[in-house]
């Protein structure tokens, strides 16, 4: 395998480079810098829309996006080479805009109407619309298929009944992509539907989890006769599970990305700390931790790369992404974990004042949740065992059930 860029490619990333360094500063490796740095922040998603509408104006914020959308019709590996570069600069952070510009609208080019699309298209790319994504519900756990928010017609109009769990940036979203049950006389997989959904809508109410970071990152939403019209459907009714798996795939797809503290920050901390035993670095423990957590940092990068290379060839990633957001999880909570005991009592501080602004700290208590977004370990176990390896699929109880005979596990 060539690790190196094409000409063509080294030239977008020199272009990219050169935009980055002109707006923007290079981010030190104490800066602190998480995941989802700043969403809580009253004033982040003002100054995160302001960097978007530079980037969409230099035309970096919808790189894959078709030309007739406003994006630049450029390829995956062009969307990733940008990404690498802007990883290494400090630029406003929040994550307000990852689901609408890598989830959201890609789903919509492939299920929704040209004229649905340019409603939103433009907006999604300056940052003026954020999206959220309304899959997961309390009682289905890490099975979606078993959801069960209801869509009923009425004349021209879906009536939406249910509840979602787990939206991530549901209280400052504007629209949503919503998955729910029109048919439960179909199995699992079947009678569902998707639809855009207006979160301002009447009878949507969001509320907030807070976490116990102290963050609120994730919402619930509930749904009170809300009536969605049935121009905004994706897809063919009780075709949802298609439209669903689209969203999924770029969604896990994304989570493959390194996501800090990254090796270099752990690193950083260990070459400056010291020890009642003397300095950090020269500890045989510590070392063998930061040779491990190298490690799975150079796998991750080099498996990147082989997605990387397989883009460049025309070919779309398949299951085996899911290796690389298993093996992400574990990684960010090990490193994170270390970082905290090198910390010592400067652990327990959650403000401005902890060293590196708590950003250890702040990624040992998300870090489990990283284990459950976009695919549980056992789920993405599940996905490798079955579709990487060939082995046989899990016995399912409720194969060729109509979805309304599933047992519900309610007590006699």
Known sequence: MDFRDTPEDAEYRRKARAFLEQHAGLEPPDSGRGYRDGNDDPKALERARAWQRIKADAGYAGITWPKE????????????IYEQEESQFDIPRGNFFYIGLGWAMPTLFQWSTKDEILKHASKVLCGDEVWCQLFSEPAGGSDLAALRTKAERDGDDWVINGQKIWTSGGQYSDFGILVARNDTSQVKHKGLTCFILDMKSPGVEVRPIKQMSGDSHFNEVFFDNVRVPDSRRLGEV?????????????????????????????????????????????????RAKLADLYCRAQGMKYTNFRTMSALSQGKTPGPEVSIGKLVNSGRLQEAADLGSDLHAQSSLLMDENAPMKALFQRAYLYSPGWRLGGGTDEILRNTIAERVLGLPPDIRADKGIPFKDIPTGGRG
Do not use: C
């Open 238 to 286: 009780g075709e949802g599970w298609k439209v669903a798996m689209t969203t999924l795939m770029n969604e896990r797809y994304n989570l493959v990305e390194l996501v800090p503290p990254d090796f270099e920050q752990i690193f950083h901390l260990v070459q400056n700390t010291d020890l009642d035993s003397g300095p950090a670095i020269e500890d045989t423990v510590i």
């Open 69 to 80: 959308y406003g994006g630049q019709g450029g390829t995956a590996l062009q969307q990733i």
